[in-house]
């Protein structure tokens, strides 16, 4: 059988490009990389939104 | 991720220390029943998650758990060590568990990544992304239970919606879920920031003021929301383990009822045989004139005749008497008349013919005073009714002694019923039923509530945004906001489109496998439902209803190659009695296609599950082959099958 996965970036710049927002290159796959590495626990939980919390806002700052 | 090595102290009917190394690949476990397959696929499943589920979904004891010769031999502890590699990364998981003398038991966990001891939390993180609990169903699973899976099938089920759950995380969708549940618990602090900033300012203080109040009030929402959650969650519990336990007794329920129905049949019969009873009572204080008429009619008839004969003798006699009397006083005896020659002739001739037809009338009168008692003796028909009646009474009474047998039967093997615990169980689930009901109702409620509390704080949000947009942090924090929100809106678009390619993804994969399993030509293909439950299409593009046990094992195998095609990450399948259902032909179908299952697949078979002709078939796949080898009861050991 030939193995072709559906591939969540790809979904995620396709609705990108459809709602016409611009997005920093490479931020929708260091999203998917942490929520990836994440887990349903609690602790797990509030580690990766300290790390998106911190990127995005390095983003908005640098935007200035 | 595949299992390098497993080893097994003292664990269940293991008895001491038993250790495999393995590669990725095709593994074979032989085993007899009760040789100890269910407990090599729930020491993995235990040495994960810390417990061990009975084939009834029952906890099993540490106690019962440790080996009865050990404990006999004084150990006190079993434990069961997984090694595992994922990529480049290798894992050793350690479940260990002491069991006090008193029964206590005390578990040790112990996990290294690349020989490096991992904390507790990262412990549990590493399981969860290695082979989550929730998802293990579609990986470790015995093959008779593999029927459930048609859950997906139904669209408003607890049960479905748990395992759509399962499918979904094995699929990675929640990926894209936790993004934007990250990302708006994100957003939401950065709203409060910013609502906290414009506060201090004097000109956002009441917009700040409002907003806050907005947030306290949804954040309060949600909170009642997650406990009505929980609530619902708790409820779906109660009913699931509650129908579990019922599922067992719907056989006894069935034999409940149809005792119910023969008692009342009973009770019928008995009615009908009391009323019968009267009835024959009635006709018997009648039916002796039947029997004794049988008797008497011949008598009765015999002295009728006797009458007729006597009546006209006596006739012939007072004739005679009268012509006599005419001849001697030549006058006739009836008119007066005199008589001539001629009629003295012919009346001579006439008592002459007399004197020869009858003579006098013999005096045997005595017996005919008997004639009207004997003839008040006749047949009224109330014998036959009689007869017809006991006919009747045997019939029913031959109906009720079988229906009785019958309630005997049931009796007898309903005796065994738990019945206070069945009834409890209903009254709970039905309790549980209605609860949730609520609970569904205030949820749908409180979602209203919630939508209007967003919009509420969305309206405020804004007016702060508008107010603070060109002012220092206020405007950094807005742009945080923006591309959070931006972030929001793309990740639930994708959300969308993600799970339908993974929907038509997981269609085609399950298709593609269930061609090369099944055997019935007239089979076109699966379609999937929004639960991911699969049907069975014919080649006129019909769903095929109906389906057998052996078909539903086929679908349900078609899914779980799918889904392993599919996942994030793949993981090992251990398949316990994987052929229970199947004709031959099915089982040579799946064992061609193991190869295509997983990276590792073991199949834990009893011996009528696989011939030598089966092996045959995958003689180049199998990596190795273990047997369940029994020294006595309490002592099972894995061997390599070649040193048997």
């Known amino acids: 059988m030939e193995d072709r996965r559906p591939d969540p970036l790809g979904a995620l710049l396709d609705a990108a490009d459809e709602c016409g927002i611009s997005l920093p290159d490479g931020l929708l796959a260091e999203i998917l990389q942490m929520e990836a590495a994440s887990s349903d626990q609690e602790a797990a939980r509030l580690m990766v939104q300290a790390q998106l919390r911190s990127l995005i806002e390095t983003i908005a700052r640098s935007s200035s | 991720?595949?299992?390098?090595?497993?080893?097994?102290?003292?664990?269940?009917?293991?008895?001491?220390?038993?250790?495999?190394?393995?590669?990725?690949?095709?593994?074979?476990?032989?085993?007899?029943?009760?040789?100890?397959?269910?407990?090599?696929?729930?020491?993995?499943?235990?040495?994960?998650?810390?417990?061990?589920?009975?084939?009834?979904?029952?906890?099993?004891?540490?106690?019962?758990?440790?080996?009865?010769?050990?404990?006999?031999?004084?150990?006190?502890?079993?434990?069961?060590?997984?090694?595992?590699?994922?990529?480049?990364?290798?894992?050793?998981?350690?479940?260990?568990?002491?069991?006090?003398?008193?029964?206590?038991?005390?578990?040790?966990?112990?996990?290294?990544?690349?020989?490096?001891?991992?904390?507790?939390?990262?412990?549990?993180?590493?399981?969860?992304?290695?082979?989550?609990?929730?998802?293990?169903?579609?990986?470790?699973?015995?093959?008779?239970?593999?029927?459930?899976?048609?859950?997906l099938l139904l669209h408003e089920n607890t049960e479905s919606h748990l395992m759509r759950q399962s499918v979904e995380q094995i699929l990675g969708l929640p990926v894209l879920d936790n993004a934007l549940r990250d990302l708006g618990a994100i957003g939401t602090e950065f709203n409060k920031r910013l609502a906290r900033q414009a506060r201090q300012l004097q000109q956002l203080e009441q917009l700040g003021a409002r907003a806050e109040q907005a947030q306290a009030d949804l954040d309060s929402k949600l909170a009642d929301i997650g406990q009505l959650h929980d609530q619902e969650r708790k409820q779906e519990g109660i009913i699931r383990e509650r129908d579990q336990f019922l599922q067992k007794y719907e056989n006894s329920f069935d034999q409940l009822k149809k005792l119910e129905t023969l008692d009342e049949k009973v009770a019928d019969l008995q009615e009908q045989e009391k009323a019968l009873?009267?009835?024959?009572?009635?006709?018997?204080?009648?039916?002796?004139?039947?029997?004794?008429?049988?008797?008497?009619?011949?008598?009765?008839?015999?002295?009728?005749?006797?009458?007729?004969?006597?009546?006209?003798?006596?006739?012939?006699?007072?004739?005679?008497?009268?012509?006599?009397?005419?001849?001697?006083?030549?006058?006739?005896?009836?008119?007066?008349?005199?008589?001539?020659?001629?009629?003295?002739?012919?009346?001579?001739?006439e008592l002459a013919r007399l004197g020869s037809a009858g003579g006098e009338a013999k005096r045997d009168g005595d017996d005919l005073t008997q004639l009207?008692?004997?003839?008040?003796?006749?047949?009224?028909?109330?014998?036959?009714?009689?007869?017809?009646?006991?006919?009747?009474?045997?019939?029913?009474?031959?109906?009720?002694?079988?229906?009785?047998?019958?309630?005997?039967?049931?009796?007898?093997?309903?005796?065994?019923?738990?019945?206070?615990?069945?009834?409890?169980?209903?009254?709970?689930?039905?309790?549980?039923?209605?609860?949730?009901?609520?609970?569904?109702?205030?949820?749908?409620?409180?979602?209203?509530?919630?939508?209007?509390?967003?919009?509420?704080?969305r309206r405020a949000r804004e007016e702060i945004r508008r107010a603070g947009a060109h002012s220092g942090p206020q405007a950094e924090l807005t742009r945080a906001i923006e591309l959070t929100e931006d972030l929001i809106r793309v990740i639930e678009i994708a959300k969308g489109r993600f799970r339908e390619e993974l929907r038509t993804s997981v269609e085609t994969s399950a298709t593609d496998a269930f061609k090369q399993l099944t055997n019935e030509p007239e089979f076109d293909g699966l379609r999937i439902n929004d639960n991911y439950g699969l049907e069975i299409i014919d080649s006129r593009g019909d769903i095929v209803t109906g389906r057998s046990a052996g078909q539903e094992q086929v679908v349900a195998l078609s899914l779980i190659a799918?889904?392993?095609?599919?996942?994030?990450?793949?993981?090992?399948?251990?398949?316990?009695?994987p052929f229970g259902r199947l004709d031959p032909e099915h089982r040579s179908?799946?064992?061609?296609?193991?190869?295509?299952?997983?990276?590792?697949?073991?199949?834990?078979?009893?011996?009528?599950?696989?011939?030598?002709?089966?092996?045959?078939?995958?003689?180049?796949?199998?990596?190795?082959?273990?047997?369940?080898?029994?020294?006595?009861?309490?002592?099972?050991?894995?061997?390599?099958?070649?040193?048997?």
């Not at chain 2, 309630?407 to 169980?425: D, F, K, M, T, W």
């Not at chain 2, 799918?562 to 009695?577: K, Q, Y």
Request: aromatic residues 6%; hydrophobic residues 40%; glycine residues 6%.
């Open chain 2, 1 to 151: 991720v595949i299992i390098t090595a497993l080893r097994l102290e003292d664990f269940g009917i293991f008895y001491g220390t038993q250790a495999v190394t393995l590669e990725p690949g095709l593994y074979l476990v032989h085993g007899r029943n009760g040789r100890g397959k269910t407990t090599l696929l729930n020491a993995v499943r235990w040495a994960l998650y810390g417990h061990y589920m009975d084939r009834q979904g029952r906890l099993v004891p540490g106690e019962v758990i440790l080996n009865r010769q050990a404990r006999r031999e004084g150990r006190d502890q079993f434990s069961v060590e997984l090694s595992l590699r994922e990529g480049s990364d290798e894992y050793l998981l350690r479940r260990r568990q002491f069991i006090s003398a008193a029964g206590a038991a005390d578990s040790q966990v112990y996990m290294e990544r690349n020989r490096q001891p991992l904390p507790a939390l990262d412990r549990e993180r590493a399981i969860q992304l290695l082979l989550s609990e929730r998802i293990s169903q579609f990986f470790l699973f015995d093959g008779e239970q593999l029927q459930r899976y048609e859950a």
């Open chain 2, 277 to 349: 009873a009267t009835l024959l009572a009635d006709e018997l204080r009648e039916a002796w004139r039947d029997v004794l008429a049988v008797a008497v009619e011949p008598k009765t008839e015999e002295l009728r005749e006797k009458l007729e004969r006597k009546q006209r003798a006596l006739a012939t006699q007072l004739t005679r008497e009268q012509m006599e009397k005419s001849l001697s006083s030549r006058r006739c005896a009836l008119c007066g008349q005199a008589l001539d020659l001629d009629h003295e002739r012919r009346i001579m001739d």
């Open chain 2, 372 to 457: 009207p008692l004997l003839a008040s003796i006749v047949r009224t028909g109330h014998a036959e009714a009689a007869i017809r009646l006991d006919r009747q009474m045997a019939d029913l009474n031959s109906q009720e002694v079988t229906h009785k047998q019958e309630a005997a039967r049931l009796r007898e093997a309903l005796q065994n019923l738990p019945e206070g615990e069945v009834s409890r169980a209903q009254k709970e689930r039905d309790l549980a039923h209605q609860q949730l009901g609520r609970l569904r109702s205030a949820l749908e409620h409180a979602a209203r509530e919630q939508a209007e509390l967003e919009e509420r704080l």
């Open chain 2, 562 to 577: 799918a889904l392993n095609r599919n996942a994030r990450s793949g993981a090992p399948v251990i398949m316990d009695t």
């Open chain 2, 589 to 644: 179908n799946i064992l061609r296609f193991l190869r295509h299952f997983a990276d590792q697949v073991f199949l834990l078979v009893h011996g009528g599950e696989v011939s030598d002709a089966d092996l045959h078939i995958i003689a180049a796949d199998i990596q190795a082959e273990f047997e369940l080898h029994r020294d006595d009861a309490d002592r099972t050991a894995i061997i390599p099958r070649s040193r048997i």
